[in-house]
């Protein structure tokens, strides 16, 4: 009974501190006993039944449903995010996530732009982000390997952190293979679209400068790899969040079981 209480406060905390009175209301009436001292299996007592208004109730939720509920989100979100990416404009047309030139190569843009050069500039830019959006595509079945090799503990784990936690698992278990299967990709596409070209013109006109005094060659492929990332975990954490809070987000049977119970 202890355990079963742990994981539903656990659910609880995946949907958000909001619920926290209502769903202590619900545990007095469950764990507690009614004041008319009738049974908690009663169903036609309101004091020893937890329904949602859905047929759903706490009580009835295995540490299996709960973990498959939260693998079914994690898949969801996942496959969605890489889905809005893998496309044209997913990174460019993204003002949160758009690839931009690097902070320390910022007064080399600058400069550029100053001189003349802001089409190179801007044709880069664009080239970074047509290779991140090329790489998306190959985050779904990396994905996928992750959140079917989660355990129970794992799936707690994800209960008990909150906001964020699931899309921080999925960080925590796949940037090496993500990173992996991203730079090739990056490293294809900078080529295919002259990028590397164009980053090396940029560079050495800027380095040739008399006003320059300190070089600059940063890795262009390892920069944009942790760029497309990090969009890409944004993008998840943002589909995470729908599913938390909007119903109709929970596109199974078994997400509206999980996160729609209270």
């Given amino acids: 009974m202890n355990k079963l209480k742990t994981i539903i406060l656990g659910l609880l905390l995946f949907s958000g501190p909001a619920q926290a009175q209502s769903l202590e209301q619900l545990l007095n009436q469950v764990f507690g ?59 460019f047309g993204n003002a949160l996530i758009k690839v931009m030139m690097p902070p320390e190569a910022k007064k080399v843009e600058n400069a550029l732009r100053q001189v003349g050069m802001g089409e190179l500039v801007d044709r880069t830019i ?12 190959k985050a779904a079945p990396i994905f996928i390997n992750a959140i079917t090799t989660m355990s129970i503990q794992d799936g707690l784990n994800i209960l008990k952190g909150g ?22 990709v990056i490293q294809n596409s900078l080529n295919k679209l002259n990028v590397a070209n164009l980053w090396s013109q940029l560079f ?33 954490a943002d589909e995470e969040n729908k599913i938390r809070t909007n119903p109709t987000a929970r596109v199974t049977d078994l997400l509206q079981k999980v996160f729609g119970a209270r």
Avoid: H
């Avoid at 080239?127 to 790489?135: F, G, I, K, L, Q």
């Avoid at 906001?163 to 730079?183: E, K, Q, V």
């Avoid at 380095?207 to 944004?234: H, S, W």
């Fill in 126 to 137: 664009l080239s970074m982000n047509r290779a991140a959006e090329d790489a998306a595509g």
């Fill in 33 to 91: 006993g009614s004041q008319s001292g009738s049974s908690n299996n009663n169903s036609n007592n309101n004091n020893g039944s937890t329904n949602n208004g859905n047929g759903f109730s706490l009580n009835n939720l295995s540490n299996n449903e709960i973990v498959s509920g939260l693998r079914q989100a994690l898949e969801v979100a996942s496959k969605n995010a890489a889905g809005k990416l893998n496309v044209q404009n997913g990174f």
């Fill in 204 to 236: 050495t006109f800027y380095n040739n400068l008399p006003t320059t005094f300190n070089k600059i060659n940063p890795d262009l492929t390892a920069y944009v790899t942790e760029r497309a990332l990090n969009g890409l975990f944004v993008t998840i």
């Fill in 163 to 184: 906001n964020g936690a699931a899309t921080n698992y999925l960080r925590s278990r796949t940037t090496g293979a993500l990173t992996n299967a991203f730079r090739p």
